[in-house]
């Protein structure tokens, strides 16, 4: 038994699955993204600001 597709159902098939391929490669650009460059931005920015608060808690 075969299951006839037309070129339009297809295309549009292989559209949202693009779309979907687009969406996830984004998502991981972003999740790598976020784990070398925000991260690190954030943990630098931390430790700055314990640096300089350190110093007034402890004197």
Known sequence: ???HISDSESYRMLTVFGYFNI???WLCL???IYRHV???AIMAFAQECTC????LSAG
């Open 1 to 3: 038994m075969q299951i």
């Open 23 to 25: 969406a996830y490669g």
């Open 30 to 32: 972003w999740q790598l």
């Open 38 to 40: 925000i991260r690190d």
């Open 52 to 55: 300089q608060l350190y110093p």
